[in-house]
DNA sequence: GTTATGGGTTCCAAATAGGAACTTACTGAT
DNA sequence: ATCAGTAAGTTCCTATTTGGAACCCATAAC
């Protein structure tokens, strides 16, 4: 299996790495939730190289979760923000973050939480399903090959 | 920041990606939630190297996914399963195949599926509030820097 | 004795990541 | 007019990871 074929893959688990699976994309992801807009707000919150930041972000253009728009020009400046596929990532983060919360221990609190836009309060995330409102756990359900 | 660090970090979001972050760890999740048990299962299944194979394992072993134990001695043979930790994952993958298959174009159907204990059919998931029921997506949520 | 099975390890080449300097196109200050 | 600064990359070179194949070991089956 060839790595750039990942995001032609029927699998939607392939799809989802060739996102998550790249090194920084997730970081790149958070700050972009948190905000952050310009290429150098990356690079000055991550640490990450330039080289590897502007490889991602054009990634994550081409699969379609960030755009680049012009915030000015003379001399052209672009802000990447997330598309509505990327907003759509919102909820996955959110069970990332509550999943590595609970079961990846650290002895420092987070520098991040989600909270409500309502009450401004830290969320508690479960997953049920649509219909029934059954809590969606390994014990109520099954990955399948089909 | 050192890649090998990452599992150390006090973001979750980066504790998440030293799991996710890795080439294959997410398909080798895959099988191991579709059952798979042995090395030589996950070798076959993926295509993955015996190299890479035997690293990953190792790793999430030691990130407390998934545990090795002898299902036969004469010769020593061992199998992997999902931890506690590892079968906690499950809801954040199943939220990853929701929002590739939604997000992430394909024209092959896709090779897997998640179905409900219960009634055997496919699940619908969305993420709430614990507390209050509200789904959660980027319209009712914000990651916050605290 | 030879082949097969399961679970690895070793070796080397190829691809990817990390670090730093360089480039382009301006703006604003001296 | 020159110099420093800003924003967004690109280039170059080295270090780390990955990919592919072969090899190893214990045992069982033919």
Wanted: net charge neutral; with cysteine.
């Amino acid at each position: 299996m060839k790595w750039s074929d990942l995001d032609q893959d029927p699998c939607p688990v392939a799809r989802a790495m060739s996102v998550v699976g790249d090194r920084w994309t997730l970081l790149i992801l958070r700050e972009a939730f948190l905000g952050t807009l310009r290429f150098d707000g990356f690079q000055d919150r991550l640490g990450i190289t330039r080289h590897l930041l502007a490889e991602r972000l054009k990634k994550l253009e081409a699969l379609g979760l960030m755009h680049r728009t012009p915030y000015q020009e003379r001399p052209l400046r672009h802000e990447y923000r997330l598309t509505p596929t990327g907003r759509a990532f919102g909820p996955v983060m959110l069970l990332l973050v509550d999943w590595a919360t609970e079961n990846l221990p650290s002895d420092l609190p987070p520098p991040v939480r989600v909270v409500s836009l309502e009450d401004g309060r830290e969320v508690d995330p479960v997953v049920v399903d649509r219909a029934t409102g059954t809590p969606l756990t390994y014990e109520t359900m099954r990955l399948r090959r089909t």
